[in-house]
């Protein structure tokens, strides 16, 4: 008498239709994925503005304004863009004698985009928060 074999394993076919819903699959969770990792980011320039934001408040409490808190040579601060695995750069041009505005824009080293910015802004009076482009979100 003859045993039957049982055949075992996934046909060619199966396993090209598996490959084909999992390409499908990734290539509408990545660009969302990618967004969100770079959005992620924007915590990191949210820390480093405000630590920079700190010390030149600091700095105008020793000087009655910010026109001489102008780079981290007059802080009391290292440059965070100096740091390893950073994101971002670092500047405030020509604060006030009241305000200021910091401003960090993402650097292209890991693919970021030189227009993707996050600004801190001091009116005086109010102190706000916004972004471009991938960081548009932020408030």
Avoid at 16 to 39: C, D, H, K, Q
Avoid at 50 to 57: C, K, L, P, V
Wanted: glycine share 6%; aromatic share 8%.
């Amino acid at each position: 008498m003859k045993s039957k074999r049982k055949i075992q394993g996934f046909t060619l076919l199966e396993i090209i239709i598996v490959i084909i819903i999992v390409g499908v699959l990734a290539s509408l969770a990545l660009p969302r994925f990618f967004r969100t990792v770079e959005y992620s980011r924007s915590t990191e320039a949210l820390t480093s503005l405000n630590a920079i934001r700190q010390s030149m408040e600091r700095c105008y409490l020793q000087r009655n304004a910010y026109t001489n808190c102008n780079s981290f040579a007059n802080l009391d601060l290292e440059d965070p863009a100096n740091s390893p695995n950073n994101h971002f750069t670092y500047s405030w041009p020509a604060a006030g004698g009241t305000t200021y505005t910091i401003q960090a824009t993402r650097n292209t080293r890991d693919g970021g985009v030189a227009t993707d910015t996050v600004t801190l802004a001091n009116d005086g009076a109010v102190i706000t928060r916004a972004g471009t482009t991938a960081f548009s979100g932020i408030q």
